[in-house]
Every structure is written in C-alpha cells, then in structure tokens.
DNA sequence: CTGTTTTACGTTACGGGTAACTTAGCGCTT
DNA sequence: AAGCGCTAAGTTACCCGTAACGTAAAACAG
C-alpha cells in the first residue's frame, strides 16, 4: 500500500520510505499491472480503439496518424481494428474491443450493423463517428459531408461545360462515403442535364490498377464520354495514365477528376483536379473530441472539417 | 461459474441451463469483461504492441496493415505506438504498453534505449524486431539487410559509370536503417573509386518537399553530381520534378534513385530506379512468427525477407 | 504532562472471471 | 433400499492495485 502511494506520488509516506520503495522498484524491475487498476473500476483505461477500413488508402493512414499522435500525447494508445469496409469485420471487432474496456472508440464511417449499435450505445463510453459527417450521431461526429463534396465536383464539371461524364469507383456491400459521393456527383449532373455513366470495378481495392483497367472499361463501352470522376486520386492516376498510355490529350480529349488531393499530386507537372480534405487534421480533431469528453469538457457532437475543391489542371478550364 | 462455463463452451451444465444464461446474457447485452479473466493470469492477453515510426512514410503503412490483418485473423489486435523515429518516445511507450500485459511486440528497428532493453528482457513476452534485419535479435527479427541493399544500389550505379554520386536524406539522431543503406551505398561507391557527396535535410521528414529542396541545395554546392541516390522514394520524386522543373533530362543529364518502390510509381511513363520490398509480406511475417512463438510452434529467430533492385529508366542503362 | 491533531504506515475489502474443490441430485446396480 | 458413479451446480480463493478505514507514533497546543 505504501509502495502503492510511493508510485502514485500520493503523499502519506516518508522521504526515507519513498527513496526505499523506488530502490526496490528499480531492484526488481517492477512495472505496475494497469490491467489491476483499471479492472478493480478505480479509473479508466487509456486504450481508445479505433477502426479504420484500411491502410493502402493513403487518406486512412494520415487520419490514423492524427489519431494516435494526439492520442498519444494525452497518454493514451490507439487499439487498431482493420475493417475492411465490412459491417460484419467492424462488429466482431467491436465486441473484442469492448471487452478490453476502452475509454472511447473512434470509428469510421456511420453505417454499423444493429447488433453493433446496441453494443454502442449500451457501452456508455464516448464514440466519435468520423469521415462522413453524421448529423444524428451516436455520440460525436467528425468529417465531411461527402454527398456536398461530390455534388461541388458535379457542379464544377458542368459548369465547365461537360455533359456526358464517367464515374470509375469500386463497388460496396454497404453504401459508404464513395457513394455518396457518386450521389452528390450525380444529382449535379443530372441537375444541370448531363448524364453519368458509372463503372464499378467489382471485388477490388480503389487503388491504382483498378483505376487503369475500369477506364479502359467504360471507355470500351461509351466512348463519347469527356470527362471521368474517380472515386479517389489514386484510381485517378491509374485512369489518367490510361488516357496518356492510349494518346488521349488529357484534358484536351478528355478530362479527369479524382478525390482526396494526395501529397504525391505534387509529383506530377500538372495539379490533379480533386478534393482536399485535410485528413490529419480529421484525425487529430476527432481524438481532440475524444479527450475533451473524457475529461468533462463540453463538446460539440459534430464538426465539419470542411473540404475543398482544388481546380487543378486534368479537366477544362473555363476559358477553353 | 455456470454462466462462465456456458460462455466459455466448457461443459458440464444441461442445455436447459444453456438456455437460461444465453438468454439472459441476450436480454443483458452482457459483454465478458477479458480484462478480469487476463488480470487474474488464467491467460495472456490478446494485445500485440506494434511500434511504427510514422504512417506518413506509406511503406510503414503497409508494414502495419501486414501485421494488424494477420494478427487479427488469429483474435489478437494492435496496440499502435508512433514513436517518431526517437528511441526516447519508444522507451516510454514499450513501459506504458508492458503495463497492459500485452501478450507480444512488435517494433520497428533494432536499436532501443538501454532501459528499454531491461525492460523488453525482464518482459518475458515474445518480441518481434521488425526493419532492418538483426542477427543477435532481443528475440526474434524479421527484415531486410539495409547496408547490403545500399550496397548494391552503389554497385549498380558504379556499373553504369556514374562516379560522382550524391546523396539526398534526412539527418537523424541515433542510426537506423536509412543510415546503414547509406553507408553501404558509400562503401560500394567509394570500393569503386567514386565519391559520394551527401546533403542530409535537417528536422525534416523523408518526404517529397525535402527531396525537392534538398536536391537543390546538392546541386547548389556540386554541380557535376551525375546521379542521386534519395533516403526513399518519396525524396527521389521529389528529385525528380526538381531536376525536370530546371530543364535537366533525367537520366542523360542526371541520374535518379530511390528506394521502397512506392505503388505509386507505376504512376509515371517511366520506372523510378529504386528498391523493392513487400512491406506487407514483411509485416505478415512478423505477426505471424509472434503467432507461431504464443502458440509454442517452432520458430526461427531471423527471417530474411529480401530485397529487388529494381533498374528503372531514371538512371543510365547499361548500353548508353 | 495531558489531550488533540497530524503524519506515516498497515489492514481489509473489492472488482470479475475462473481453477480447484465441494455438494446436491439423479440414475443405475445389486 | 442402500450404495455407487456420474453430472450439474455451487463455493472458495486468487489475481493486483487502491479506496476506505484503522492504528501507532510523532508533533503540537495548552
């Protein structure tokens, strides 16, 4: 018990008995079971889980790096779960992770199956829902309004005169943040009396590749088409170099957009036309709500963390 | 207890009991608190402590994608450490994440502070050094060799003819693994009679602005610098566009290497000489020898995971 | 020097799950 | 009907840190 105070700094003891206690910690090597503490209800863990869909998507690799470092600077540590876009992987997680008794989750995306939300909101531990804001959230939400950000490309397209566009995306059990996009994307374009030919590269990642061949794709089956919407910057890549491979004047014959604004856009000679959303900052926001709830700060339960539409120089521009 | 037996498949209750205490576990939404159960020693936890030092470097992305997915396919889940490449951020991390009882770790590098050496010896747990391959491992290491993988990138740009080399990296506090790569680089250059000049970017991140900017600052000071070898992949585009940008013909006028293979080079009309490693695979392995060590399996304690040069066309071929 | 307060340290109990042991109850045998 | 074996279920103790309480000794006041 002594030794219990010595270590908390707690007062009660002697210098001489404390100088003993640390001798023999450091003697021993001993390091305090937290698992004791935390079990036996006295405080809580410092363990927030969070759930990312997955890291090849650079996007989800800065929002988790700004979770876990500000996380990180509140002595607290990040419990991973990798869902891979599935409700099913997310619930499992969430039971497992609920039995270690986090202090908070912090999760992506708003869709959770039934089972899943029972044993969220009967948890009572704070939630912070990120990447599609979420008006009526379980607890507390973070991100953007997807379905606005593909509605502004939508907008921006037309209004630079295109009309028979593509959408180049990977197909999803589950609706999520893409699709919504392609909802907005749409609504604009139909709006403004355009239409959209979608392709949805089935049973794959929105990566590189599936961007290369799902143009190719759409290209065999409507070639009129002037303008392609990627479902993120990286599938955009894969379509542009597709274009440039098969001599298309990008974005004379035609025009390509993607989202997410990636760090390596700055590689290229020409600003890809995207989205930027600054994703760190989305993650280091939501563990900022995270530890303002554990610490009986008043919070807001949710935050738009805003994007923007970067021009760029892959479409038309309005003078041409 | 019976509730405990149910739960827990045991035997030894009738299947009217069963009924009883899986349906009052359904009408409680009882979840088993796992911290009591590992708390009082019947078992080990299912955590792994994984340090990574950043995700903003995709190829430790990768790394930790590798591992959380293999670990999770056995029930056990990632305890995420971003330790910032200082020895001093692991060592409070390692004795916040002992203090979990974490049934393993998982770290990057082979180099710890001499406290956290004690501690990670005194742990008892398996311990997995991941990066750069150790051959007296703490416990167990699965990597690649840095210095010979520097080496024979040296090598090869000495086979080509280049002699005046450079060097474009970040400068770091203790050695790691970008530091051996260069040193075996400077051996293999230097054993073939050539220079290396090295510009290493201060308090600066191994990213694609520095590469940029460091770039300048070497041909600023050594303008006969015929071919540059970057820290990774990320600096070396950087390189690139800076090179391109003043009208300098890569490779004829000068010649670019990195290092990682970044997915996203395959985004370019033309190969980025680099380094080829499965950073996932790398990451699998680890996880799974951790696996393979909880489960008492056989294990060897080194793992090699190789390494590819990879040509490109950004530096001389052999018959120019 | 007595009575009161303060300081230093010790003791007990608790948290939730489970190993190890005990008891109750049932069916079967002879 | 007594004895045995088996199954189902209950009881006790433990893991380790700490809140709450207890106690002895020192410090202080009058």
């Given at each position: ?24 910690v ?24 969070v ?6 998507n ?44 986090p ?7 708003r ?13 009572g531990?704070p ?6 804001l ?9 991100g953007?309004n997807?379905f ?8 921006y ?24 996009r ?12 355009g ?8 049973h ?46 990008v ?13 390596i ?10 989205c ?20 009986g700060e008043?919070?807001n ?17 309005n003078?041409?």
């Amino acid at each position: 018990m002594t030794a219990s105070r010595v270590l908390r700094e707690e007062g009660g003891y002697s210098e001489k008995t404390r100088a003993k206690v640390l001798a023999q910690v450091d003697a021993l090597g001993y390091l305090p079971n937290r698992l004791a503490t935390v079990f036996a209800g006295d405080q809580s863990s410092t363990f927030v889980g969070v759930s990312i869909p997955d890291l090849g998507n650079e996007v989800f690799a800065q929002v988790l790096e700004g979770i876990d470092r500000k996380l990180g600077s509140f002595g607290y540590q990040s419990v991973l779960g990798l869902t891979q876009h599935t409700l099913h992987e997310e619930e499992n997680w969430i039971r497992t992770v609920l039995s270690w008794q986090p202090a908070g989750l912090i999760l992506t995306g708003r869709y959770h199956s039934p089972r899943a939300t029972d044993m969220l909101r009967n948890s009572g531990i704070p939630i912070v829902e990120i990447w599609d804001l979420n008006s009526s959230p379980l607890d507390m939400s973070v991100g953007i309004n997807h379905f606005d950000s593909g509605f502004d490309m939508g907008r921006y397209l037309t209004s630079l005169g295109y009309s028979d566009v593509g959408y180049v995306g990977t197909s999803h059990d589950t609706a999520n943040a893409a699709t919504e996009r392609l909802n907005g994307f749409c609504k604009a374009v139909e709006g403004a009396g355009g239409a959209v030919v979608k392709q949805l590269c089935l049973h794959d990642t929105a990566t590189f590749y599936p961007g290369f061949y799902g143009t190719e794709q759409l290209l065999a089956a409507k070639n009129n088409v002037e303008c392609i919407y990627y479902q993120n910057d990286a599938m955009a890549f894969g379509g542009l170099q597709y274009c440039v491979g098969k001599g298309l004047n990008v974005p004379i014959d035609i025009g390509i957009a993607g989202w997410g604004d990636l760090p390596i856009a700055s590689v290229m000679n020409r600003r890809l036309t995207s989205c930027h959303v600054s994703h760190l900052k989305l993650g280091q926001r939501a563990a900022e709500m995270m530890m303002a709830r554990l610490t009986g700060e008043p919070v807001n339960s949710c935050h738009d963390i805003g994007f923007r539409l970067i021009p760029g120089s892959t479409v038309r521009n309005n003078d041409s």
